[in-house]
């Protein structure tokens, strides 16, 4: 029986899906972070071992090599980056033959997913934050996307940091008092402000703890509170800056599907946000529910490289688990 491997590698989470040639799931894993950038190449190689082992654990069968694999990888803008991925997987054996290997950004992933291989638009916000599209032609293009020290607008991460600067700015008196003071201390295990920014700057201080406050930052708006409020307005506009700069190159006359993806995004406490920034800033788009989450999209684009277009049965199949 042949095998498919999709690879949703992220940089919170990483996930693994076997499918046969059909889309029947046959086994799904997961792994820690991804994003050779914060793990580190040999952190974000093992989180991505641990997750297909866990599938094939999870299938029942002796693993072997995939008939195709494909990797969506958070942070890789580079084809250096995309070589050493390449690499990774063919040296722990997903596949047979390099050719059969594909490797992109983990939005492209979301996109194949979230829109079944329609044209549209994914805008993806987890710990960072993207927006990716592809019309009709073929022709695609990314807006964001540029890591957490530039950007990452509206991302949990890029959340997170400014939920620690309204808590300062209203400890200090430069702003309101806000709630987020509590929930900031809570979540980051300190007992005063000040001892954030020695984690910071010892390194004790992890990536996915300070993206985990945009919880708090939902939690403390649903409640009220202004400066959380406004926050995630912020937040909603710089996605929808992104979505609005892929519609504007890709769909100029025509009315994009968009689909939202990462923790961050679909949110509940968030996601209307979000939409709502879009009703104002692209009018024409039409947000869609996604048909798929990513891992099932970086499946759909194994079977492509495979040389199985994606079919409604496919698809379905994918769906059903």
Not at 120 to 143: E, K, P, V
Not at 186 to 202: F, K
Not at 248 to 256: E, H, I, R, S, Y
Request: proline content about 4%; glycine content about 14%; hydrophobic content about 45%.
């Amino acid at each position: 029986m042949a095998l498919y491997l999709g690879i949703d590698g992220g940089g919170t989470s990483t996930r693994a899906l076997l499918c046969d040639e059909h889309g029947r799931v046959r086994g799904t894993g997961a792994g820690g972070v991804a994003n050779h950038l914060h793990a580190g190449w040999d952190g974000a190689a093992e989180s991505l071992r641990t997750a297909v082992s866990a599938a094939w654990a999870a299938a029942g069968v002796p693993t072997g090599p995939c008939a195709a694999v494909f990797l969506g990888m958070a942070a890789t803008a580079s084809e250096e980056t995309r070589q050493r991925w390449h690499d990774v997987a063919h040296r722990f054996g997903f596949a047979a033959r390099g050719e059969t290997i594909g490797v992109d950004h983990d939005i492209r992933i979301a996109l194949a997913g979230g829109l079944a291989g329609r044209p549209g638009i994914a805008l993806i916000a987890g710990t960072g934050s993207s927006c990716y599209g592809r019309n009709a032609t073929g022709a695609t293009w990314q807006a964001g996307g540029w890591g957490s020290i530039l950007d990452d607008g509206g991302g949990g991460y890029w959340l997170g940091l400014r939920a620690v600067g309204a808590a300062i700015r209203g400890d200090d008196g430069r702003g309101p008092a806000t709630a987020l003071r509590e929930r900031v201390l809570a979540r980051l295990r300190v007992s005063n402000l000040r001892e954030i920014v020695t984690r910071l700057h010892d390194g004790t201080l992890e990536r996915h703890e300070m993206a985990r406050l945009a919880e708090d930052v939902m939690t403390c708006a649903a409640a009220g509170d202004a400066a959380a409020q406004d926050l995630l307005a912020r937040g909603a506009g710089e996605l929808a800056a992104m979505v609005r700069a892929v519609a504007q190159k890709l769909f100029p006359n025509t009315a994009p599907e968009v689909v939202l993806a990462g923790s961050t995004a679909t949110a509940p406490q968030f996601s209307p946000t979000i939409a709502a920034a879009l009703a104002r800033e692209v009018p024409a788009a039409r947000v869609v529910p996604a048909a798929l989450p990513p891992v099932a999209g970086a499946a759909l684009l194994a079977l492509e490289l495979g040389g199985i277009a994606a079919s409604p049965e496919i698809v379905a199949a994918l769906r059903a688990g």
